[in-house]
């Protein structure tokens, strides 16, 4: 039996959920659940262990360095465009290529707004048509003797048997989905909260090559840009779904909530109340009518209504909570621990 504890999830109330976060444990206990970097199916532990890298790579490079160090990567090198970031970490056995999402903390915030809503399709060298800001962000960082496409290169011609995994989550998942389309070496593609890239033809150049793209509860980011073929916007979604739960679970496909399943929530409600409001007229009618009477059919009436202001409150919660979008669900933190908790689980 596994002797790990789930993590708490923060309470965005009193806990600052927007990355950067230096006062994380990145990677703890990574030692009872290695890294597998051979398996290119859906692992748990991948799963965990690409999480934290991409929440990580929100944070400064040195102490990006020092946490891949810790977890046993001694090998590490950050490329910064205007406003794109990179982290690459290796050992023997793995180089993990990161890209951090959309800091709203620092400067380059709106060159990283402006890159995400730069939507426009453009033609993408292996084919298809890809988001333009997206495309741009990767190439401030790709090409040049000091370029990734250069590095991963060279790395791979040093060590041929070592694996690439490629991640990143939101903004850094779109990048990440990019680098790995352009990168033919790279084992597998882990991406969080990432909004889609590119049309059908794109998503066809790799199709067959592992992607797991994992998105959480009510995280709006996942669904934009709009897939409106009416217009030629063509967006789709690449790679396999890892859908994880309000609970925590992992699923392979997003819940299908119907408003069927509202209508019959909405029934029930209406017959406890249909239910009361026939006692009230018992109540009423009732002889003789007198000061106490009057008092009682008072106090009923006045339950009556606080009870209903509160069921139709509750109703109207639960229908946000299933058709709504959440902002929280979005942060890189609920990704890592919410993995975490469901690796524990299934030990």
């Known amino acids: 039996m596994c002797s790990f504890k789930k993590k708490p999830l923060p309470d965005p109330r009193h806990y600052d959920v927007i990355p950067p976060d230096m006062g994380y444990l990145y990677f703890a206990e990574a030692s009872a659940f290695p890294l597998e970097p051979g398996n290119t199916g859906f692992c748990l532990a991948n799963a965990w262990w690409f999480a934290e890298c991409a929440f990580l790579a929100y944070c400064h490079p040195g102490f990006v360095r020092m946490a891949y160090r810790l977890a046993g990567l001694e090998g590490f090198r950050c490329l910064e465009g205007k406003g794109t970031e990179c982290m690459i970490a290796w050992n023997d056995a793995v180089v993990i290529v990161s890209f951090r999402g959309t800091e709203l903390k620092s400067m380059s915030a709106m060159h990283e707004i402006r890159m995400d809503i730069d939507t426009l399709p453009v033609a993408f060298g292996g084919g298809g048509k890809v988001h333009k800001g997206f495309l741009k962000g990767l190439e401030e960082i790709w090409a040049g003797p000091e370029g990734l496409e250069v ?175 959440k902002v929280d669900d979005h942060q890189p933190v609920f990704y890592a621990i919410k993995l975490w908790n469901a690796l524990v689980a299934s030990s």
Request: glycine content about 6%.
């Open 151 to 325: 590095f991963l290169e060279g790395l791979a011609e040093e060590k041929p048997s070592r694996a690439l995994w490629i991640t990143g989550h939101s903004l850094g998942g779109a990048l990440a989905t990019l680098c790995f389309a352009r990168t033919p070496q790279a084992t597998g593609l882990y991406v969080y909260g990432a909004p889609r890239v590119g049309d059908q033809d794109f998503v066809d150049l790799i199709h067959d090559r592992p992607i797991w793209r994992v998105e959480h509860a009510r995280d709006p980011v996942p669904m934009v840009p709009p897939d409106l073929p009416a217009i030629q916007f063509n967006f789709k979604d690449p790679g396999k779904l890892i859908f994880i739960t309000k609970e925590g679970a992992t699923r392979d496909e997003r819940p299908v909530i119907t408003l069927e399943d509202q209508k019959n929530r909405y029934e029930q409600v209406k017959d406890i109340q249909d239910s009361r409001k026939k006692e009230i007229n018992q109540t009423i009618a009732k002889a003789p009518f007198n000061v106490d009477r009057s008092r009682e059919v008072i106090g009923k009436i006045s339950e009556h209504l606080q009870m209903s202001r509160m069921e139709w409150k509750d109703h109207l919660d639960e229908f946000q909570d299933s058709f709504g979008l």
